[in-house]
């Protein structure tokens, strides 16, 4: 008696697609990535990769935005975490989330940072996007930790910026050398953000 074999639900199989599509993307450049290649990796046709993500442009816009999603997920779960220990600093958590995404899922910044940020529009505008996202879900825990000294928005807002591009660079350090750990990292950027805002807390404003 032959056994049938079920097709997984349309919503599964198309993330499946786009799991292969960021490993197959994080290991060649996205001009020389092949559908077809997306398609082994997945174990499907190439036809079927079409049907559900559209072009090779649409594939790799759906796999920026997926891994855009899930890191802005795990960044705000942190933050916001309402089992965390009464006086743990939320930046630290943010942060400290942020490395351990970039560690355990380093075919997504490989994607996100490293391949989409090089190829011009559409892609730089949603890597745009979501570092806007990001910076301002900092930019909102700045504000609240400083409520105290009540900084301008646009202080806490360039502060944030500076934060965000401080976590881009260590992410890059941090991949390149696997003796750090998330925490270490997560703590020096802390600690710069802290000591940048030490004007604010002072009322002094923060050089433009």
């Known amino acids: 008696m032959r056994t049938k074999h079920r097709r997984p639900p349309r919503g599964i199989r198309r993330q499946q697609m ?3 599509a960021v490993s197959v993307f994080s290991r060649g450049d996205y001009h020389t990535v ?11 046709s190439k036809p079927t990769v079409y049907h559900h993500l559209g072009s090779k442009e649409g594939i790799f816009t759906a796999c920026v935005r997926r891994e855009a999603e899930r890191l802005i997920e795990a960044l705000s779960a942190a933050v916001h975490d309402p089992r965390a220990p009464g006086g743990e600093d939320p930046l630290h958590r ?3 989330a942020f490395f351990t995404f970039v560690t355990h899922n380093r075919d997504s ?8 940020a090089g190829q011009g529009e559409p892609f730089a505008g949603e890597i745009a996007r979501t570092r806007d996202r990001v910076t301002a879900e900092v930019a909102d825990l700045i504000s609240t930790c400083t409520a105290a000294s009540a900084p301008a928005r646009r202080e806490a807002e360039l502060l944030a ?5 401080t976590a881009d660079a260590f992410a890059d350090w941090l991949l390149d050398h696997p003796e750090e750990t998330p925490n270490t990292m997560a703590g020096h950027v802390t600690a710069l953000t802290w000591s ?10 923060v050089a433009p």
């Open 109 to 116: 910044w490989t994607v996100l940072y490293r391949r989409a």
């Open 34 to 44: 092949r559908v077809d290649e997306i398609a082994r990796a997945a174990g499907t």
């Open 94 to 96: 943010g942060m400290l």
């Open 161 to 165: 910026r500076v934060a965000v591009s």
């Open 18 to 20: 786009i799991d292969a």
């Open 196 to 205: 940048s805002l030490a004007p604010v807390r002072h009322g002094e404003p």
